[in-house]
């Protein structure tokens, strides 16, 4: 019973971190569309992030998505370990 509560937090935890890192990189690349357009067509968008914006939200997104990663990459070992421990018929 706890190791089915394991798997499922930690799939739980690997979903949000993937879903994080996907809304944080869609802001970062709308944000430089966004930024690109208006050097290009003369508009002006008061909620643009700045650099420091840009970076932080990068940077949460490159943390997410190692996150989603190393979750995944977890559960993948624990798998091939446990179909290795299981005797063969």
């Keep these: 019973m706890a190791g089915k509560q394991l798997?499922?937090?930690?799939?739980r935890w690997g979903r949000l971190s993937l879903v994080a890192f996907c809304v944080l990189f869609?802001?970062?690349l709308g944000n430089i569309f966004l930024g690109k357009a208006g050097v290009a067509f003369g508009w002006r968008f008061?909620?643009?992030?700045?650099?420091?914006?840009?970076?932080?939200v990068l940077l949460f997104a490159a943390l997410f998505f190692?996150?989603?990663?190393?979750?995944?990459?977890?559960?993948?070992?624990?798998r091939a370990s446990d179909?290795?421990?299981r005797p063969q018929e």
Excluded: C, Q, W
């Design 66 to 78: 190692t996150v989603a990663t190393l979750i995944h990459e977890h559960r993948m070992e624990r």
């Design 83 to 85: 179909d290795a421990a």
């Design 26 to 28: 869609a802001v970062f």
């Design 7 to 11: 798997k499922s937090a930690g799939n």
């Design 46 to 56: 008061p909620f643009l992030l700045n650099d420091v914006g840009e970076y932080l």
